[in-house]
Each structure stands twice: as structure tokens, then as C-alpha cells.
């Protein structure tokens, strides 16, 4: 069976007093991760650390661990997650923070607002930091009526924008080679039509006027040399 990847079950916030105490966020449900004897691991660290020592602390408890006594020797925990190494696969459906993180966050319309950048406890529940949409980061919290679907195996997360009062998604945007094909479109059926226009233009203008008289072509053509009549004869019956 292949090891199992370590878990966060700790988060140190500050060093408490001068023996080496630090106030710790506890992360996990299993009270046992920081019973005394339990070993930890600093992220990115192979060295294990056991608790020697445990006491109560607002918001979370104090921890000290062996081989760490003094306030020096713990300056670097602060800002730091405490791990462990899980006994045994979660049951079906249940889940570690880590591997939420990444996950696609999408509202049931389809709507993209991100990827989970980070998970934090508050009060007995989750919140998950969704960071990377439209929106900028939005804070969703870990419960039935926010979120309807968590598939990590599939890589999404969906939410249901009207619990957590989410504006409108804006209206989508044509892709541009959407437009320039419909412009193109248009602009053919435009040209077509005013080839249609001048067409019917140019046939009215040849076709021949019926009201107008055809001229006689067997008349006889007027005799250039005949004189003409004048106008001032006298009438020859005129006494």
C-alpha cells in the first residue's frame, strides 16, 4: 500500500511565553492529533516533532515539543502549517482541505467564479477561499444549502449563486468571428438588393414610352426647294 500523503491539522499563529510554547489552530476533528506523544511535522519538513505539552488557549491550545524549549528555537513556526500522516483513507465523501484546493468553483447557470485557493475552519464549520473570477475572491461557506455538489474526483466545486447573493452574470459576449460572420452576412444581403434596385432601374430606363406616337416611315419627306407659302397673298375673289 502506498504511504499516505500528510495532512494539515495545525496552523501555528504566535509563540506564547519563553519556553518554547506556540499557539497553534487546531485544523483537525480527531482531538488525538495533538494528545501528548503525538507527532507532527512542521510543512516542508521531514523532521518529526512529538508533543510534550498541551494547554488551553483562545482561540485554539499551546503546544510544546520535545527538543523545543526555548522561545529562539520556535521563532520560525509562526505563519506555519502543522502536519500529520492520516492513519487511513477518509471514508467515502469525506474529504482533506488539500485536496479541495485548485478546484474549479462554478454557480448552478454555469457561471465560473474561480478556484479554491485556500480552505479555513470557522466555528464548527468550513469556508472555502475562492479566488481568480470576475467577482475577485469570494469567501463560501461549507454548507449544504451553498454548496450543491463537491466532486473533487471531477474537479469542480458548484454553488448556488442566490444563497450566497451573487449579481447577475453579465450578458455573454459574442466571439468575434461570430460577428464578423454575421456583419459579412449582412453586408451581402445589402449589396444584393441594391443590384436587385439598380437593375430594375436600368430596365425602366430602356423600355420604350407606349403613349408617345411611332413616326410614319412611308411619308413622304418635305421638299427642301418647295417654297414656301406666303402668308400675305391676297384672296384672289377679293373685289
Do not use: C
Not at 430606363?205 to 391676297?234: I, K, R, S, Y
Amino acid at each position: 500500500m502506498p504511504a499516505l500523503e500528510r495532512i494539515a491539522v495545525g496552523f501555528v499563529h504566535g509563540i506564547h511565553g519563553l519556553r518554547g510554547a506556540v499557539r497553534v489552530e487546531v485544523l483537525s476533528d480527531e482531538p488525538a492529533r495533538f494528545a501528548v506523544g503525538s507527532v507532527l511535522f512542521v510543512e516542508g519538513s521531514e523532521q518529526p516533532l512529538t508533543i510534550t505539552w498541551t494547554g488551553p488557549a483562545k482561540p485554539g491550545i499551546l503546544v510544546r515539543f520535545e527538543g523545543l524549549s526555548t522561545r529562539e528555537s520556535v521563532e520560525d513556526l509562526p505563519g506555519r502549517y502543522l502536519e500529520a500522516t492520516p492513519d487511513a483513507p477518509l471514508p467515502e465523501g469525506s474529504w482533506y482541505w488539500h485536496e479541495l484546493r485548485g478546484l474549479e468553483v462554478t454557480t448552478t447557470g454555469g457561471d465560473v467564479l474561480g478556484s479554491v485557493a485556500d480552505v479555513f475552519r470557522a466555528g464548527e464549520g468550513e469556508v472555502y477561499v475562492v479566488q481568480g473570477g470576475r467577482l475577485g475572491e469570494l469567501l463560501v461557506p461549507a454548507v449544504r444549502d451553498v454548496v450543491v455538489e463537491l466532486d473533487p474526483v471531477a474537479g469542480r466545486v458548484v454553488v448556488d449563486p442566490v444563497a450566497l447573493d451573487l449579481p447577475s452574470a453579465p450578458p455573454r459576449r459574442r466571439r468575434r468571428h461570430e460577428v464578423t460572420r454575421r456583419s459579412r452576412k449582412a453586408a451581402r444581403a445589402a449589396a444584393r438588393a441594391e443590384r436587385r434596385d439598380a437593375g430594375g432601374a436600368a430596365a425602366a430606363a430602356d423600355a420604350p414610352t407606349l403613349d408617345a406616337p411611332a413616326p410614319d416611315a412611308d411619308a413622304p419627306a418635305p421638299d427642301a426647294d418647295a417654297p414656301a407659302p406666303d402668308a400675305a397673298a391676297p384672296d384672289a375673289d377679293a373685289p
